[in-house]
C-alpha cells in the first residue's frame, strides 16, 4: 500500500531542497490541495507548542503523504533554522499519522482528503457529488448518479471512501447519505445510521459558525506558514 511506501522513501530516496518540493507540490492539482489542507488544518501545531496532535491535521498529513510530491516534500533536504521548530512541534503527529495511514477505512473524512489530493479522484468526486444531490435528499438515484459512482470507484484513491465509515467528523451528514446510497441505488439498507452518529453531526452543526470565527482569528501570518511548510515534513519524520 501507499503508506508502506511512504516509509520506505524516507529511507532510500535522499532528500531534495524544501523549497523545490514544495513547489512541485503546490504546482500539482491534487498534492497542491492537500499542501492548503495541512497549511489550514494544521495551523495549530505551528503555530504553538503543543502535546495533541489534532485528528484533522493527522488527516491532513495522510492525505498528503498519499502523493507522490508530497512524500518528496516529506523527505525534503531542509537549510533553516526553521526545521528545528518544526520538527519539535510535528514529531507530535507522527505515531497517529503512521497507525492512521494504515487505517484509512476507519474515516469518510480522511478517506475523502486522500481522494482530493488525487486529481483524478478529485474530478471524479466532484462530478459524484453534483450528480447525486437527489439521493442526499433522500428522492432518487439517477441514471447520471449510478454512472458517476461506478467512475468513482475505478479510481485507486477512492478505494478506502466507498468502504468508509462515518465518525462525526465529515462536514455533511454522513450517515444519511450512506444510507440514502444503499436504500436508493443498491436496494439495501444499513444499520450504522446511529443516534450517536446523528447527534455528533448536529452538534457540529452548531459549533461550525463559531470553530471558523475562531480559526480564523488564531490563524498565523501565510508568509510564516509558507516558511515552515517547506521546511517541516523531512525533519518531522526522520
Not at 497517529?96 to 475523502?112: E, F, I, K, M, P
Not at 483524478?120 to 439517477?142: E, F, H, I, M, P
Not at 446511529?194 to 488564531?218: D, F, G, I, M, P
Request: aromatic letters at 6%; a positive charge.
Amino acid at each position: 500500500m501507499w503508506w508502506l511506501l511512504v516509509m520506505l522513501s524516507l529511507s532510500l530516496v535522499e532528500g531534495t531542497p524544501c523549497e523545490e518540493a514544495r513547489m512541485r507540490c503546490a504546482y500539482r492539482t491534487g498534492c497542491g490541495a492537500a499542501l492548503n489542507n495541512y497549511m489550514y488544518l494544521c495551523n495549530e501545531v505551528l503555530s504553538k507548542p503543543t502535546s495533541v496532535c489534532p485528528k484533522a491535521c493527522e488527516h491532513a498529513l495522510i492525505a498528503l503523504t498519499s502523493t507522490e510530491e508530497g512524500k518528496e516534500l516529506m523527505n525534503c533536504q531542509c537549510e533553516d533554522e526553521y526545521c528545528g521548530e518544526a520538527k519539535q512541534r510535528m514529531e507530535v503527529c507522527r505515531p497517529q499519522v503512521l497507525r492512521g495511514a494504515a487505517n484509512a477505512t476507519n474515516s469518510c473524512r480522511l478517506s475523502q482528503l486522500i481522494c482530493l489530493a488525487d486529481a483524478q479522484c478529485a474530478t471524479a468526486l466532484d462530478y459524484y457529488n453534483q450528480l447525486c444531490r437527489s439521493v442526499y435528499r433522500g428522492r432518487k438515484c439517477s441514471n447520471k448518479c449510478l454512472n458517476s459512482i461506478e467512475i468513482l470507484r475505478k479510481q485507486e484513491k477512492a478505494a478506502a471512501l466507498t468502504v468508509c465509515r462515518c465518525d462525526g467528523n465529515e462536514d455533511y451528514d454522513c450517515p444519511r447519505m450512506q444510507n440514502n446510497l444503499a436504500r436508493l441505488c443498491f436496494h439495501k439498507h444499513l444499520k450504522n445510521h446511529t443516534k450517536n452518529h446523528e447527534s455528533r453531526y448536529e452538534e457540529k452543526l452548531k459549533k461550525h459558525h463559531h470553530q471558523v470565527v475562531a480559526s480564523a482569528a488564531e490563524t498565523i501570518p501565510l508568509a510564516k506558514i509558507l516558511i515552515i511548510i517547506c521546511l517541516s515534513l523531512r525533519v518531522a519524520y526522520t
